[in-house]
């Protein structure tokens, strides 16, 4: 999946993960608060982990490339192809990459080939106490469905388990708004967006 500013590529763990590893050993370590794994203190953590991921039967991972540096990664899970209905979550952004136009442009392509693909509803979950991952969901056009209280456990607590989605129904009209605030005349010389996401919905 390519855009304008960032490939969405098959993760290969064994090739991934040094550079990944790079780019992530200098977050803060808040950005593992509601992930299941890390933080990571060696490369070789980080590659069991993205090995892992790639191993889960309905699991597909991919890596955020923007102009040849790996940024971020993300991942298809809970893919249930009867029923027409897959998850993107296991999403880890480099601080370079978090709040930034490629970063919306790489979730726009994964929920786009999600209904290319033929299915029904793509789904985000997030811990209710993720208030950054439950704007962000929000701000991509997924509805809010609900809370799952402790719906499962993990670094020694209960999670409540927000619940989002968006369904092939809802897909077109939000998949043009994203056009129109990716498009290039969409942000000034200096980058700045002329218009938000969610005032392009709205007009």
């Known amino acids: 999946m390519a855009g304008r500013l960032v490939k969405v590529i098959p ?10 590893f790079e780019r992530l050993a200098g977050a803060p370590e808040t950005l593992w ?15 069991a982990v993205l090995r892992a991921m790639v191993e889960t039967a309905d ?7 923007v102009a ?24 880890v952004l480099a601080p370079a990459l978090q709040r930034t136009t490629a970063a919306t442009e790489a979730l726009f392509l994964m ?22 991952s439950r704007e962000a969901a929000v701000r991509l056009g997924f509805t809010h469905e609900g809370t799952f209280r402790q719906a499962t456990h993990y670094k020694g607590r209960n999670r409540d388990t927000a619940w989002y989605s968006i369904t092939d ?17 969409n942000f000034d010389e200096t980058g700045k967006q002329r218009r938000s996401l969610q005032q392009i919905r709205e007009e």
């Open 111 to 132: 929920i786009d080939n999600v209904f290319d693909l033929g299915y029904r509803r793509c789904e985000w979950k997030c811990d209710d106490l993720n208030a950054p």
């Open 11 to 20: 993760l290969e763990p064994d090739a991934h993960a040094a550079p990944l």
């Open 59 to 65: 699991w597909s991972p991919y890596v955020f490339e």
């Open 169 to 185: 129904r809802e897909w077109p009209g939000l998949a043009t708004a994203f056009r129109e605030w990716l498009a290039p005349e």
């Open 33 to 47: 608060t509601y992930m299941t794994f890390g933080p990571f203190t060696e490369v070789g953590q980080l590659a």
């Open 68 to 91: 040849g540096r790996l940024l971020g990664f993300a991942s298809y899970l809970r893919i249930q192809p009867a029923d027409g209905v897959i998850e993107i979550g296991a999403i």
